[in-house]
């Protein structure tokens, strides 16, 4: 029974970190990744389709993002995604290959961004910790309703916060790096 609230609360901590993961790709560094254009959506007949389903993503040089359509009547459509996506990168189409430039990172774009990056990791910390307080109340209301033992509670809150424990230091680990990542020139 306590293994099953652990592990319900690591799943939760796991699926926190995974989110900060993917929040920071979304943070360009002002090098080219291909990650970089993962959340652009493109309308492929009608329907809402990733990027990365309509066009393979390559990296063309430190600085360059090369998008080759599997189609090329997809050209303009994808330049106009690319164009509206909240990432700030202006494409432009030479044929049958669309190329994107990363645009330089002034100091105060880059403070900005390591701003971004560091109220993405609280949220994710406020995820760890939410995802403790959950397992250790529905560790409480077993106690409370005789089930476990009083050790066994304190045992069980013990295992949840090195759960915890791991967790945020997963996510401080990261965020140093995505912030030396940013402020690297």
Excluded: C
Aim: without cysteine; hydrophobic residues 40%; glycine residues 4%.
């Amino acid at each position: 029974m306590i293994d099953d609230i652990k592990s319900e609360a690591d799943k939760k901590m796991q699926k926190g970190v995974e989110n900060l993961f993917s929040a920071f790709k979304k943070i360009r560094t002002g090098r080219a990744h291909p990650a970089i254009l993962d959340s652009v959506m493109v309308s492929y007949y009608g329907q809402e389709t990733p990027l990365k389903q309509v066009a393979s993503v390559n990296v063309e040089d430190n600085r360059t993002l090369a998008v080759s359509p599997w189609e090329k009547t997809m050209i303009p459509t994808i330049e106009k995604a690319i164009m509206m996506s909240d990432l700030g990168l202006n494409p432009s189409s030479t044929g049958d290959v669309i190329r994107v430039p990363m645009p330089m990172l002034t100091e105060e774009s880059r403070k900005e961004m390591v701003k971004q990056a560091k109220a993405d990791a609280e949220h994710a910390r406020v995820a760890i910790r939410s995802a403790r307080r959950d397992a250790n109340s529905t560790v409480k209301e077993l106690l409370k309703e005789k089930e476990i033992t009083e050790d066994e509670e304190r045992g069980a809150e013990e295992e949840i916060q090195k759960l915890t424990d791991k967790y945020i230091a997963e996510v401080d680990k990261a965020l140093k790096a995505k912030e030396e990542d940013l402020m690297a020139v």
